[in-house]
């Protein structure tokens, strides 16, 4: 009995990694050729607008940087000129200079001497550089777990989008430096953080790992989607899924045109002249404008490094290249 029993266990074991599925093209244009550049070191982390490299090299959406962040701090945005990073204890540099808190920051952006802050506890703040007085405080409900792809918050003309750990979008009264808006993006399960949030031709278009919501011209729109990755570029939405779909749609949330590719995990997603897809089994998809047709090439990589794309730019591990 103990050796059937074994048996048994061995053979769900083994049908269970069988069984596994990958994506598979049994026809590609090669090697995809491209010139690809050495970083001079590991990605240690990243976030939606950079990433910190283990030697303290920066990488943001201008490209790789020389500034070096000091041991333990990691890069959290780059704005009005000013690298924003932090050591997650309380400590904010904006380049080289200092602010303290009592609690770590997640994300945070400036705008003249305005700093917006997300903290650890899910609270936001303003927070004025050149007095170094907070100018508003807000608190909303703890999060345990969230997805490393925490978005920064928003400046929009007299109004500033915070994004928070749970799920909302906190819109503030630059002038007043009072709450005026909630919107909840994404109210249910764990990571449901904002991982992307950005304003296309007027509308808020912002999302977590489950959900996207599209805020414009006094409408709202809502869509579940299991995302994988998602950018804008001009009034375009792009959306991989995890199971294996690349969707286009508009800023409020109409579907334009979707491709499926059975199995698929995408890694991330770029844009050069058209769409680009970094798939797990070592192939890099360029989809055309149209969504009519696809070029598949191969393109190996570690499916241990970690990968992040910026604009047209993909960044893996310790290498990059830019999609035409």
Sequence with gaps: MKYFLILLTSLLIFTGCSSKKYFEVDDTLGDYETNITSLDDNILSFNKDGATLENGEVITKRGV????????????????????????????????????FKTGVVAATLKNDILA??????????????????????????SLANDTRIANPYFMGN??????????????????NKVI????????GKFNNIIFLNVVNDSLIAATTNKIVS???GAVNLKKYSIRDIISHDNDI???????????TDISLNVQNRRKYK???????AYGNSLYALESQGYLINISNDFNTEKIYNFSFDQEDKVIAIG?????????????
């Design 238 to 248: 792009y959306i991989a899924t995890i199971d294996g779909q690349i969707i286009k």
């Design 117 to 142: 802050i997300v903290f650890m506890d899910n609270s936001i703040s303003l927070y004025n550089t050149k007095t170094k007085k907070i100018l508003m405080k807000e608190y909303y409900s703890k």
């Design 312 to 324: 047209n730019t993909f960044y893996l591990n310790n290498e990059y290249f830019t999609v035409k």
């Design 181 to 188: 808006r909630t919107i909840v993006v994404d109210a249910d």
């Design 215 to 217: 805020v414009g011209a």
């Design 263 to 269: 199995y698929a995990k995408f890694y991330a997603l």
């Design 159 to 176: 109004l500033i989008l915070f994004p928070t750990l749970d799920g909302k979008i906190i819109v503030v009264n630059a002038r007043t």
């Design 65 to 100: 940087s020389d500034f070096k962040l000091p041991e333990g701090f990691e890069f959290i945005n780059i704005s009005d000129n000013i690298i924003i990073s932090t050591n997650y204890l309380g400590k904010v540099l904006l380049n080289k200079s200092e602010i303290d």
